[in-house]
Every structure is written in C-alpha cells, then in structure tokens.
C-alpha cells in the first residue's frame, strides 16, 4: 500500500516532467542550432540593455546597428522600445544601462537629478504634421504653430495626439504652447478638445497607424513617417520652423546610484554611436530603402541645421 | 479582404517553411510557458492537498480568495512583479527583469491560483468513500492524499492544461516584465502585439494562426481527458 502510492506519485511526476521537457527540449535544440537564446540561457554572455524610444525601434534604425555592436564587443544587446517618458523611468530605476531619447529638457533634469551620466547627442531629424491628403482643416503649408491653432478653433479635422508622455508627445506640447494654446497641453480631459483631439497612448508607430485609420492629423517624426510611407495614405503637410527640430540622445546611466550597471559596456555604445564609421552608417540609413536619409548624424555637437528640411511634399 | 487572404497565404508559406524566426519565437513561447507551468505544478499539488486535507479557521474564504484570482488582469500581475523586481524595487538584486527567468516567475504567479483552483475543487469533487476507506485500512495522511488524488487524476491535469493555457495566451504580463527583446524575451503574444503595430500583418497573422493551433491541440487534449 505504502510503496504502491509512492511509486505512483514517482510516475506522475515524471510523467508530468517528461511532457514539460519534451517539446520544451527541442523548442530548446531549434535554437541553440542557430545559436541564440536557449544557448544563451546556459551561457554567461554579457548582456547591455538600452531603452529606446520607439521612433528609433519603429524606423528599424537598431535593428540594423544591433549586430554590428554585438559583433564588436562580442555581448548582446537588449534593446526595449519604450516612450522618452518610459525609458526614463526605466533609467531612473535603473533597470536599463543606456537610454536614447529625444527631449531634451527632460533629459537634462534626469542627468542634473544625477541618473544619467552626460547627455550625448548623436542625431537629429525633424518632426512633421501629417494628415490626408485632401486636408480638410487647410494647415498645408503653414507654420506648426499655425496649424494647431487652425486644428483647435477651425472645427475640421481630427487630431490624434500620442498622449504617453514620449518625447513626442511633449513636442505636441511645447507647440501648443508655442501656439498660445497652453490650456491644451496641460489639460487632461478638457470639453474644449472633445471630439476633435484623440489620444492613442502608444508607440509613434501604432499612432500613425491610428491617424490613417481616422484620416486625422497627428505629429510624428520623420524617420518613422518615412518608414510607414508603404503602409499609409497620409501626407506631410507642415514640416517648416525650427520647433519641428528632433534631437536623439543616448545618455548612460549613472554607476554611482546603479553599482550594477554595465557602465563600461554602456560608455562603449554610446562611442559605437558617435564614432565616425557608426554616424556615417546612420546618416546614410534609409536611402536605399526610403529614397532619403532618416536621419542627420550629429555626434559631438547639438548642432542645429538651418536649412529647411530635405522632404520632399509628394 | 484581398489583404486578409495574402496575410494568411503568406502566413501559411511562413509556418511550412519552417521560418526561423517564427520557429524561434514558437520554440521560446512553449519553452516559458511550459517551464512556468512545471513550476505552477510543482507549487500546485502540495499546496492544493493541504488546503483539502486540513480544516482550519477562514478555509472557505481562502478557497473563495483563490477562485477570485482566477480572473487576475496579466496586465496588474505583471506591473506587481515590475515593482518588486525592478533595480530599484525590494528584490532588485537579483537583476531578473527583462529575462526569460522573470517572465517565468510572473507566468508562474499568474497561474498558479488557477491550477490550486481547479484542483482543490477536483479533490473536492472527489469519491469522500475512498479517502474514507483508505484511512480506514490504516493509512497514513499522506498515502491518503496520493490516493485520492490518483483518483481524481484526469481532473487535476484539466487543472495542468488550463493552466498552460492561460500562461501561453498571455500578454500583458509578458509586455511589461519580459520587454518583448528580440531574440531573447520575445514570445508568440509580444510579437503579434509589435509587429501589429508596425503593420506588418503576415508574421502576426502566422504568429497567430500557431497560437490558436496551439490552443486546439490544448483542448483536443482536454476533451480526451474528459471522456475518460
């Protein structure tokens, strides 16, 4: 009786063992033949993780710099793609080694707090309003701030505004605001933009994707605006004024309030970034696929381009 | 309609020629949701035998507690498991988020209440004679448990499956502890989720056509065990 139930319990365990390890088995044997994540699991491969903003994941811009870092110094590059607001946090927690984001009063404040170590900024492109062609509330051509204006008080046209705190969206914000509009940007829920202001609360890709479904207006960066052409009708409508300017940074996370970050893995990246080989590579992405660079490199200097930007209005 | 039936077509062309990445990704999403499930077991049967075999004081409101949290949102597990385990959290240390591991513990957490759930009822459910025969015939508690729970077997691996189920279908969860890295944290659900958003339809589309192959083959399963 006594060893009856023990051996039955015994079988039922490996019974249930076995099922679990089986297909995990060869789910497991698929990938260590490729020589990715099963093997990694067993392997002490150094990994670094850096936060995005989701314009650089959507524009597949670190999908094309990842293997070449990985290669480089032999580690694996994490990367999450998250709003500017959320990748700060994760900086902040100290969850991640590195972040790239693009606002810059934000950014500042996270390395005066004393999270990050030093801002570097590494390129820049311009944002534009889109929105269908046929332009219903008349803003082609206009000033940003002019257009806002014309989107809050003309009554045509919807907005769909990215509304989760990314660097976008507070470049939505610093328009309004430029625009005499401040009522807008600090409103959470505000009658006035009931029925034309929408917010998406999501990545700059999944909101251009919303704008086309509404045909509305929105603001979005160019590189992802570029890298979404194919898979949407809307248009670029404003993209005058150097409001529009967008500046990315990768800044590391502090060592001395994160002991356990890769900080030197992390200085690393951010000189994979801003070396010469690297910036040529990303003033170049995009041509050949686009027609048109995605982005202006920078590394060095925040400089900022004068000339008016190289989209052209189909 | 036209995009509908070229997404499936290439879907299709995606998972018959064995696409790597959809491969991987398939192969990962089994590899946590069934590592999570072996330790929602492992929890599960010790945890659940206690609870059925023990009278104590707030026994059913702890029952009633346990069935609640069938219905946990993912999306509030996996914020949970964020705080706690994040550097800056209480078990920050360990340096778990964003891995494979985490994904696992906060998977694990998900199910276990449901598989203690369907289990205790299983037990509950069962033949009172047997356990009361048994101990009748001299045996001890713990003979006791592992009789009545042969006898209620095919219930309690209902209990298993449904468990898996959940764990795999997830999605919240899985976004928000496991990042949805590439190569490394990305599982069926986060990769439907991103490539959706990027408008890429085909790889959803075939991402999702294995899930649900996954999930009928889960309840060809479970409708075996139950004509049993």
Redesign the interface.
Known sequence: MKTDGRKWLIRLLTGIFVILLFPAGTGGMQETGEGSSGEKLLKPVMRIRVATTTSLYDTGLWGYLEPMFEENYGVELDVLYAGTGIALEYGRRGDVDVITVHSKSRELEFVERGYGVERVPFAYNYFVIAGPGDDPAGIKGKTAEEAFRALATGGNGLFVSRGDDSGTHGKEKAIWKSAGLPEIANSKKNSDTAGWLVEAGRGMGPTLLMADEKKAYTLCDIGTFLSYKGKISLVPLVQKGEILLNVYSAIAVSPEKYPRVKHDMARNLIEFLTSPRIQELIGNYGTGQYGEPLFTPCAGTEHVDQRQPRVKTP | MTELWEGIARAFVLILSLD?EV??I???S??IS??S??VA?LICLPLSSVIHFNRFPGKRYLISLIQTSFSLPTVAIGLFVFVIF????PL??L?L??T?SIMVIGQAILITPVMLGLTISALSGGDIAISETARA?G??K??TM??T??EV?YAVITA?VMGFGRAISEVGLSLIVG???????RTITTAIS?ET???DIELSMALGIILTMIAFLINLVLNRIQQK
């Open positions: 790597r491969m991987e398939t192969g990962r089994l590899t069934m590592t499930c072996g077991v994040s550097r800056a959290g920050g240390i340096g988020m964003f494979p015939l045996a001890t713990f003979q592992v009789i729970i042969r077997r298993v990042g949805n890295i590439k190569g490394y944290t991103l958003s990027r408008g």
